[in-house]
């Protein structure tokens, strides 16, 4: 990011940065510039905020104050920034640019197709390949006896918003799967997303029936009876239409609706009930509202939570995904899931089922897949979900967003379970909006693959891998809960939480000031390089016992100048001196290392003019006499 | 009294044992003087439960047949329920209980009884004395003495018999001076910071009445402490129109002319049965059993306990703000001084002062700001959530400070010394245990009921090497600074180990 230059012509200074939440209005002051991709902001201390164009969810002037004219930028990070400039005209000028720039009309002009992060054509390429969903349906243990690669989709016929390589149940022949698919809303005939392999239970999803009142369809009936007698365990298998029961059924009186359970044999069919778009994204804008309230009160941002509804619909998701978990485990049923198009709530709920059913998708790695899998390729419209173009504000939605929170939820609940952490979580949906990287423009691959995304950008996950360090979970135990994979959450209320960390990532004075995580991540670090130093240095005094006294002196007395490749483990033993004890080393190290760090960068946030957390003024305003 | 009286079935076969999330258990229920016993005396993995009467709360008891059910709900907030066969055996153990948990003598209480089975290396009862605590005091500043004019507690009752005071005023005048104030609880020393000298005193409203009397010694003590130019605040714990109101009854707040370097904040923080209200609700919230995401978060916000713990802790977070950031010293006090006065005060010294964050630090605060300073911990602590009892002195005072200290812990994990298993422990001592430590409402009935002779300090077992790892936080660095809590609502949370994880088993 560092590499680009500010625009000259564009720079305003004695720009006032407002804390966002003092009601003293305490501000910083210092220049603002605007580049081709980012409005940076420098203040005072040298210290930068960067403000990616594409993260820009609104621009709006406020009206104009004594102290200049205040400009709020509301960023789909959910970072939200109050400036004050001078001039009002500037502060046109910036508004406008910002504007302009925000709002991209093309996918060309998005920021992956000029990002630049040095690596030649091959490791581009290999970048892309990281992450390979063949590789993925054959670690799920398809294709079997039940299940095949189905070639229909191949040249993105039966449905464009469907990947080209699609698994079915090796009865569903052709015509049943076109003729299914014609019977279904944009094609989304029902696929294989999850196959459960000790269960031999699978999860598939598709989209709504175009059933109307009565309309039936014999291909997909049959469509249906092949998937359920693809599980040899249970010829039963659950139909789970993910909407409110009233939706499902006013979606009747415009030809589509839900499965008739007299006409397709062996079905369960269960509504669970979770809101549509629209009401998501007025949701996430009344938890905004209330969560960006100064000086809030407990009790309002309780009565705020709760009206928004937010954390009902995340327990709503998490339900759902509880209730095909338990179909799969317990009764070893295959599962159906569908909503009106397949790629919102359907993608939610399976690729959560999936996440409680396998620990792979608890690894970094496998979360990668996850989210390829039944986001990116099953067609989950990015694009319009984040208005990454400028488009219908209608089709916007935080329907990904719920996704990670809810996998967040589980992370507080199973704190052992997941190799990643919340950082994890939260650079993802950073990226997700950021358009920096190709995997999530577009609303579907047949869109990819026109914009010739894997020549012309680059793929986030490889970056994400290269410094996995960083969302290390320092308490995933990978034989957790060894008997069995599968996680079964408690969905009572109070086990959800008003997610923080997502919604005041920039705010920093309202987080814990010490990580413990890092803390640990750290001292594990050191206590792994303190291992491989004993077993380094026994494996020499092994080699030395055989040898003469003399040599061992000789040995002593080089080491007293150790040559440059020593260096790189720490000198942290003398020759002659016994092992450490391993917690001593430990304190020592955590002593002088990471301690050091942290403090010092909590001094830092002391020593601000005004601590922020309590104010003094606020207690003066209520002084009498 | 013999305890034998009250106990007609001392033991009953095949009960069942319910305890939420683990299987029930068939065993022997068995009947003391002081707890109630359940053992499943089966050889390979025996399981006891050994409950304190002194813990119960509140006993419910119901029959299908002739299966007795007893459900008891404890003071730390959990419930289990036994089931016992025979009706007659039943309604004999519940009486039994209910008699013995509401003992009305302090004497008879199981610390009386107590035996340690540990040997004591150090005598909680005389680990925190003041006059070591002055000693520290008296290297960094002369300008404060102790004084023993409280020594028969004839001055003020709910004092210690030694307490801090300015060097420049003697024992006459404090005299006075208690005279002007509720209960006798004149101005002492609280907490002395080192790094600017400024001070923390603490006292109870003064007795101005409808007239406006004004007490010359008062005003000499209080003006005395602040040096020439210097300012201070009066941190007043009642909101404006409570401190009018209390001149009706005799009570007051200091005027400002008479304290011309001193400047008043009122910062209310509730009080009595509002905050025991408040506690009912937050177990009655966690007790729905609808799994309706709305109606918790209505039931949370209706209970107010996080406001609550918003206030208090905005409190002593204002209490430590004016010491540290605006150089001024400060005086705190509400109607008596026993209660919110102390929560604050003892809030601002873990704020400011790196040794409350550890563990002997936090134990010597609690035996100089609740204990010594006279909280009545009998009074507030006596019954808890589940109790019908509704009494006016009865408050989760102590409570709601240690959920503020959990707040603090839980932004700042790597700088206290002990960890979150520590306040739980206090809190159940607080209300039940086989130590002296809580009982009573202060140093004189105490000394009275000669506690230091006839019980164990909870000191003394928690201060044993081998229990003290326990409490020990592994994370902890000492960290010399000042911490400052956010007290945004989006930064609160439930405590979790202290109250959520107790109220969870009821489902």
Redesign the interface.
């Known amino acids: 990011m560092c590499g680009i230059a500010p625009i000259k012509y564009s720079n305003v200074e004695h720009v006032k940065l407002l804390d966002r939440?003092s009601t003293s209005n305490k501000s910083l002051t210092g220049t603002l510039y605007l580049t081709a991709t980012h409005l940076l902001f420098i203040d005072a201390n040298q210290r930068e905020t960067w403000i990616l164009h594409h993260h820009i969810a609104a621009v709006e002037k406020l009206p104009l104050t004594t102290s200049g004219c205040p400009l709020v930028i509301q960023c789909k990070n959910f970072r939200v920034v109050h400036f004050v400039v001078p001039r009002e005209r500037d502060c046109h000028d910036i508004y406008n640019s910002l504007l302009q720039l925000s709002r991209t009309a093309k996918y060309e002009e998005l920021y992956a197709f000029s990002y630049n992060p040095k690596q030649n054509e091959s490791e581009q390429a290999k970048g892309w390949q990281l992450i390979d969903l063949a590789e993925e349906y054959k670690r799920m243990g398809v294709p079997n006896d039940y299940w095949q690669l189905s070639d229909a989709n191949r040249d993105y016929k039966i449905c464009e918003t469907y990947p080209r390589e699609l698994y079915v149940p090796r009865t569903a022949s052709k015509p049943i799967i076109v003729g299914s698919s014609k019977f279904r809303s944009k094609g989304r005939f029902p696929v294989l997303s999850y196959y459960h392999k000790d269960k031999k239970a699978a999860i598939c999803r598709c989209s709504q029936p175009l059933s109307g009142f009565s309309a039936r369809c014999l291909e997909d009936e049959h469509m249906l009876q092949a998937i359920s007698k693809a599980n040899p365990s249970n010829r039963y298998m659950y139909v789970m239409d993910t909407r409110p029961k009233l939706n499902a059924m006013a979606n009747r009186a415009a030809g589509k609706g839900y499965e008739n359970e007299d006409n397709y044999s062996n079905i369960r069919f269960q509504f669970v009930g979770i809101e549509n778009i629209h009401v998501m994204r007025s949701s996430l804008q009344k938890l905004l509202e209330v969560?960006g309230t100064k000086g809030?009160?407990?009790?309002?941002?309780?009565?705020g939570?709760?009206n928004s509804?937010w954390?009902?619909h995340i327990?709503a998701v998490l339900d759902a995904a509880v209730f095909l978990v338990k179909a799969i485990a317990v009764e070893s049923a295959s599962v159906l899931v569908h909503c009106s198009d397949g790629w919102d709530r359907t993608s939610q709920v399976c690729s959560l089922g999936a996440l409680l059913l396998d620990s792979y998708y608890r690894t970094i790695k496998g979360f990668m897949v996850l989210i390829e899998k039944d986001w990116i390729s099953f067609g989950h419209k990015f694009s319009d979900r984040c208005c990454q173009l400028d488009g219908d504000p209608k089709e916007i939605s935080p329907v990904f967003t719920q996704f990670l929170e809810s996998v967040w939820n589980l992370t507080e609940q199973f704190p052992q379970a997941f190799e990643y952490n919340e950082a994890f979580l939260l650079q993802i949906h950073e990226h997700v909006h950021s358009c920096q990287f190709g995997n999530f423009l577009g609303n579907c691959q047949k869109e990819r693959e026109e914009l010739k995304l894997k020549e012309k950008t680059y793929s986030l996950w490889p970056f994400l891998l290269d410094e996995q360090k960083k969302y290390q979970n320092p308490l995933y135990n990978p034989s957790f809960s060894p008997n069995l994979t599968l996680l079964e959450p408690n969905?009572?209320?109070?086990n959800?939480?008003?997610w923080?960390n997502m919604?005041?990532q920039f705010d920093r004075?309202?987080?814990?000031?010490?990580?413990?995580y890092d803390?640990?991540m750290d001292m594990s670090e050191q206590n792994k390089q303190l291992e491989e130093d004993i077993k380094q240095l026994e494996a020499k005094i092994k080699r030395k016992s055989g040898q003469s006294d003399v040599v061992l002196l000789k040995e002593h007395q080089q080491s007293a100048h150790p040559a440059p490749v020593m260096l790189k483990t720490p000198p942290c033993f003398k020759k002659d001196q016994p092992l450490i004890p391993l917690n001593d080393a430990v304190r020592t190290i955590?002593?002088s290392n990471t301690?050091d760090n942290?403090?010092s960068e909590?001094?830092e946030e002391?020593s601000k003019a005004e601590?922020a957390?309590?104010s003094?003024e606020y207690?003066?305003a209520?002084?009498?006499? | 009294m013999e305890f034998a009286e009250l106990i007609k079935t001392p033991r009953a076969d095949n009960v069942v044992l319910h305890r939420p999330f683990e299987p029930a258990v068939e065993g022997t229920l068995c009947l003391t003087g002081h707890h109630l016993i359940f053992s499943s005396r089966r050889q390979d993995n025996a399981e006891e439960l050994w409950l304190l009467h002194s813990n119960i709360d509140s006993i419910e008891k119901r029959f299908v047949g002739s299966l007795g059910t007893i459900v008891i709900k404890c003071k730390d907030l959990r419930i289990i329920q036994l089931d016992i066969p025979g009706m007659e055996e039943c309604l004999n153990i519940a009486s039994s209980i209910e008699a013995l948990s509401t003992l009305d003598s302090v004497t008879l209480m199981y610390p009386f009884f107590y035996r340690p089975m540990f040997e004591i290396v150090e005598d909680g009862w005389s680990a925190f004395l003041p006059e070591k605590e002055f000693e520290f005091l008296n290297a960094l500043t002369d300008e404060w003495r102790l004084t023993y004019i409280n020594k028969d507690f004839s001055i003020c009752p709910s004092y210690p018999p030694v307490v801090t005071v300015p060097k420049s005023i003697d024992d006459e005048t404090l005299q006075k001076v208690a005279v002007f104030r509720h209960g006798g609880r004149f101005p002492v020393l609280s907490y002395y910071h080192k790094k600017n000298g400024m001070v923390m005193m603490r006292t109870s409203q003064p007795l101005t009445g409808t007239n406006g009397k004004r007490c010359k010694d008062d005003e000499k003590l209080i003006n005395s402490t602040l040096g020439p130019g210097r300012r201070g605040y009066i941190i007043d714990t009642r909101s404006?129109s409570a401190a009018q109101q209390a001149r009706a009854k005799g009570g007051g707040f200091e005027?400002?002319v008479y304290y011309p370097q001193w400047?008043?904040?009122?910062?209310s923080v509730e009080r009595f049965n509002i905050l025991q209200e408040s506690l009912i609700k937050l177990v009655e919230a966690?007790n729905d059993q609808s799994?309706?995401?709305?109606?918790?978060?209505?039931k949370?916000?209706a209970s107010?306990w996080?406001?609550h713990?918003?206030e208090i802790l905005?409190a002593g977070?204002?209490a430590a703000?004016?010491i540290d950031?605006?150089d001024a010293s400060v005086l705190v006090h509400g109607t008596e001084g026993t209660d919110s006065t102390l929560q604050i005060t003892s809030l601002a010294q873990i704020i400011l002062d790196p040794d409350c964050r550890t563990i002997r630090g936090f134990e010597s605060l609690i035996v100089r700001e609740w204990l010594q300073a006279g909280h009545p911990f009998q009074q507030r602590c006596a019954q808890s959530a589940y109790s019908n009892s509704k009494q006016k002195w009865e408050a989760p005072v102590f409570l709601l400070f240690l959920d503020c200290v959990w707040q603090m812990l839980?932004?700042?994990?790597?700088?206290f010394e002990f960890n979150e298993h520590f306040l739980v422990t206090l809190f159940e001592h607080a209300y039940a245990s086989q130590f002296g430590t809580f009982l009573g409402n202060n140093e004189n009935e105490r000394s009275k009921l000669k506690l230091p002779q006839k019980t164990m300090s909870l000191w003394s077992w928690v201060n044993q090497p081998e229990e003290l790892k326990n409490f020990k936080n592994p994370?902890f660095?000492a960290?010399s600074?000042?911490?400052?809590?956010?007290?945004?609502?989006?930064?609160?949370?439930?405590w979790e180990g202290g109250l959520?994880s107790k109220l969870?088993t009821i489902?």
Request: proline residues 5%.
């Open positions: 939440f969560s809030l009160s407990v009790n309002d941002f309780l009565s939570l709760e509804g954390l009902r327990k969905t009572v209320s109070f959800f939480k008003f923080r919604y005041h004075s309202m987080h814990p000031r010490q990580s413990v803390l640990i955590e002593g301690a942290r403090y909590f001094m002391l601590p957390i309590v003094l207690g003066v209520r002084m009498t006499c | 404006l005027v400002e400047r008043r904040i009122h910062k966690c799994h309706n995401m709305d109606r918790w978060l209505s949370l916000e107010n996080l406001t713990v918003k905005t977070c204002l703000q004016c950031r605006e839980h932004q700042f994990p790597c700088s994370l660095e960290n600074l000042v911490i400052w809590p956010s007290v945004a609502p989006q930064s609160l949370q439930l959520l969870m489902l």
